[in-house]
């Protein structure tokens, strides 16, 4: 079985500061980790994956995230928040070959000026 | 851009009755997915579906819930007697093809299902 968890329901950070949204997995085989994000009325957009490769893997709108196996962690960090960056962050994994997300409980991500 | 959409946003049923949920996946799509999140709590993955088939499901896609393609745009959700526990956030998606290596998916904006 395939299991994430994001252990924060929400994080605060002030614009211009560094963000870290924190996201660590369980599965079988090898991982294949996303992060998606969903503002208000919308539905959840795909922001970046680790597949294979290197471990730092960056997305869309200046985010990066890194794959830690060690830590089965795949933490989700921007280095300069920004107010619109304000939503809620899912973390999915994928393991097997398959094409079923398992996702995290979500965070919500509040950037204040 | 192309955007999975999902109708209606807001649905509220009887305890018993049949519902119908609606999504229009990215037109150029092969595979398709239903997903729902119970309020507080993760988004589980329910179905998916290609070629007029489902190719997988989870142990909470019972007989109660049942997906078509009805035509060549919509993907449907039918619960036959839903249940005060089948309220939840239901999110369609759609992919490429089935490779997650290469292919993301993209999410509908969720139609909410409140069961009274």
């Known amino acids: 079985a395939q299991s994430v968890a994001q252990p924060e329901d929400q994080v605060n950070v002030a614009e211009g500061n560094p963000l870290t949204v924190k996201c660590t997995y369980s599965v079988s085989g090898n991982p294949y980790l996303f992060w998606y994000v969903q503002y208000p009325n919308r539905g959840l957009q795909f922001l970046l994956k680790?597949?294979?490769?290197?471990?730092l893997v960056k997305g869309s709108y200046g985010f990066e995230a890194e794959f830690n196996k060690s830590q089965t962690s795949f933490h989700l960090k921007k280095p300069s928040a920004l107010v619109s960056d304000s939503a809620l962050y899912f973390c999915?994994?994928?393991?097997?070959?398959?094409?079923?997300?398992?996702f995290g409980t979500g965070t919500q991500l509040k950037v204040e000026l | 851009e192309p955007e999975v959409t999902q109708t209606p946003s807001h649905q509220v049923t009887q305890m018993g009755q049949e519902v119908i949920l609606r999504c229009v996946p990215i037109?150029?799509?092969?595979?398709f997915y239903w997903y729902r999140q119970i309020l507080g709590q993760k988004v589980e993955f329910l179905v998916s579906f290609y070629n007029n088939e489902i190719s997988e499901k989870s142990e909470i896609f019972d007989d109660q819930f049942s997906v078509e393609r009805p035509d060549g745009s919509n993907f449907t959700l039918k619960i036959r007697s839903t249940k005060l526990e089948d309220s939840a956030m239901y999110f369609c998606a759609s992919s490429r093809d089935r490779a997650l290596i290469y292919y993301e998916q993209y999410f509908g904006p969720g139609t909410r299902l409140t069961v009274t």
């Open positions: 037109s150029n799509h092969l595979y």
């Open positions: 680790y597949i294979t490769g290197d471990n």
């Open positions: 999915a994994v994928s393991a097997g070959g398959g094409n079923k997300l398992t």
